[in-house]
């Protein structure tokens, strides 16, 4: 470790790696010594985000031999990487691990390494940007002060992953800063802003990249005041307090993850209420909770689908060039549309020959910026959203996205008029739920600059997003719609053009069959509850109604003609429904009746829930998905899993409903539609996919 001067810590952000003339290199890690200061610097190899794994950890491990043998005033930890501090552990170590005491062995290793840190005498100082988050936010937690740099993000979201902080995370957390605040961070795996950070006390400066090295100097010099801590936290962790508090959690995390089906939330509170008055004992019992729970089927389930998102991921890599973008018609999609895009940076005009509907749409989209945003961005967002009577934006989009009703004659005008305008390279896009491309795309003068992209409702809540190719489908119009699906932070699902696409013909027949009940005299509450109850976040009754009565009844008419293989029939009072205009939550009343803050009047549940009911909405899913496989609407079962995840809602802690069916067997789910084909007729009639796989 030779005597180097560094210059300023931002030299640690350069794009290319250090040599040794600012430092010695390691593999993973830089160290630079500036007087009494050293510098360790993180830099995982071949990779353009750190995270922690055993080597990483290993090879600090090394280094700390050679800080406690050095006379220093001060260690700073920083990262070499743009993207941020560090995001955490490697899942990818923890997938197929099987025995509890191998995980012991490794979760005792790598906690030493952390606990080294918070046992050197100097000043410890970490110095974060970017994502500090999981692992990364632990290492910082071990250190005595956290600087972090205006754009730093904070959290730990181990608990989407089925898992709880695992280096001494939920120990110094709940001792660092209120353990209420500390303990709602972690169950609900939220982030928070730097300065956020700052005011619950976990963060002890916030300032820009040019005044990160006057920071460190102030707190090694004793300048600066340690955050958090302090009476009130003490008294919160007292074993009274803890008890009271902790059944307060469960009570609120049941309601958005049952105890049934998820680990993780009820380990971290039963983890502090037992433990959380002594640092020291909190601290030991998180390793053995931490490895409790990684080999669990709910966690592997849900490490799966960490990986799986990344597959929608990388088909939407690469910038598609889309700064303005028009949309045509605002109604409720069309308005959800504008304005997330508008929130993600984009230009936006939306067109309605409706001055209410666009004044409504304005409304909508305002309500969003004032939600997600503030200062200065949320007035940008409010600017980049503009209402169009007259479709004039057309001729400057980039793309244009057709959300009309779905008339394919109000659509063949629609496009005739955007042909009109366009530019010559514009993509010109529908977000149709039903209608056939092959026959759309024949209305259009140049139908190979002509996609789906197909968004789900609401549009702001869920991820995933359906690009649909038809035959004629230019490869540059559909990777373009695909990687401004990634500009604007959604997951694009490459779809062939067929009925349904993928994820609305895995919804009718689940939505369908949960109607023919209700037409049985089967309770709407009762059908709900069954869904809820195999993990589904939002009951079939309750999803027509989100979804619009009268979009099921278009989408469900439209697969039942278009489609080559039996659905449920709809029931006759579902047409007068929507004749009536009972639309469901939009209308204020459909299967259900809506208060004034949009939610469903419910009743208690009137009978049992019964694995047949069950078996009964989620088996036809299931199948519709194998079907979809096997005509090649989607790629494989894995980017079918994706979809269904992040599309739906499909019960993550299962690993996506092809990963569930395979846990169950292809054979006994095969059997079972056999079985329900014989008591309900041909619409349970099963794939051959089931039989094929199997094979």
Known sequence: ?????????????????????????????????????????????????????????????????????????????????????????????????????????????????????????????????????????????????????????????????????????????????????????????????????????????????????????????????????????????????????????????????????????????????????????????????????????????????????????????????????????????????????????????????????????????????????????????????????????????????EAAPEKPELKATIYARIEEKAKPDAVIATNTSSLNLNDLAKHLKKPERFVGIHFFNPVSKLDLVEVVRHDGSASQAFETAQQFVGDIGKLPLPVTASPGFLVNRALMPYLGEALLMIDEGIQCERIDETAEEFGMPMGPVELADQVGLDICLAVADSLARDLDRPMPEVPAWLRDKVERGELGKKSGKGLYEYDSDGEPQKDRVDGPVTPQLGERLILPMLDAVAFAIDEGVVEDADSADAAMIFGTGFAPFLGGPMHYAKSRGFGNIANTLDRLESEHGPRFRPSAWWRKARD
């Open 1 to 401: 470790m030779g005597d180097k001067t560094m210059t300023s810590a931002k030299d640690y952000l350069s794009p290319k790696p250090l040599t040794g003339t600012e430092g010695t290199r390691g593999t993973h890690w830089l160290t630079h010594e500036e007087g009494q200061r050293i510098w360790l610097i993180l830099d995982k190899q071949d990779a353009s985000t750190n995270t922690l794994d055993e080597a990483v950890l290993r090879e600090l491990d090394g280094l700390l031999d050679e800080v406690e043998k050095g006379d220093w005033k001060a260690v700073v930890f920083r990262s070499a990487k743009r993207s941020g501090f560090a995001a955490g552990a490697d899942l990818k170590q923890f997938q197929g691990i099987e025995t509890e005491s191998e995980i012991r062995a490794r979760i005792d290793e790598a906690n030493a390494v952390i606990d080294r840190i918070a046992a050197l005498k100097p000043t410890t100082i970490a110095a974060v940007h970017g994502a500090c988050v999981g692992g990364g936010l632990e290492l910082a937690l071990a250190c005595d002060f956290i600087v972090a740099r205006e754009d730093a993000s904070l959290g730990f979201p181990e608990v989407l992953v089925g898992l709880h902080p695992g280096l001494g995370g939920t120990a110094r957390f709940t001792h660092r800063i209120s353990p209420l605040e500390a303990m709602k961070l972690m169950l609900t795996g939220r982030t928070v802003d730097a300065r956020k950070a700052k005011k619950l006390g976990f963060v002890d400066a916030v300032v820009a990249e040019r005044n990160i090295a006057n920071a460190v100097d102030t707190a090694v010099d004793g300048r600066l005041e340690r955050r958090g801590g302090g009476a009130a936290v003490t008294a919160m962790n007292f074993y009274p307090a803890r008890r009271a508090m902790a059944a307060q959690m469960r009570k609120q995390t049941e309601d958005k993850a049952p105890s049934e089906h998820y680990d993780a939330p009820y380990a971290l509170i039963e983890l502090w209420e037992k433990h959380g008055g002594s640092l020291h004992d909190m601290l030991e019992a998180e390793h053995a909770s931490f490895a409790r729970l990684l080999p669990t089927e709910t966690t592997q389930n849900l490490i799966r689908v960490f990986f799986l998102r990344q597959r929608p991921q990388q088909n939407g890599k690469g910038d598609s060039g889309i700064t303005r973008v028009h949309v045509v018609g605002a109604g409720t999609m069309g308005a959800e549309i504008g304005a997330w895009c508008a929130l993600k940076g984009i230009d936006v005009t939306i067109q309605d020959p409706s001055r209410e509907a666009l004044g409504k749409a304005v409304a909508k989209a305002f309500k969003l910026f004032d939600r997600k945003l503030h200062g200065a961005e949320l007035l940008r967002a409010k600017d980049r959203f503009t209402p169009d009577l007259h479709g004039e934006g057309a001729r400057h989009a980039g793309l244009i996205i």
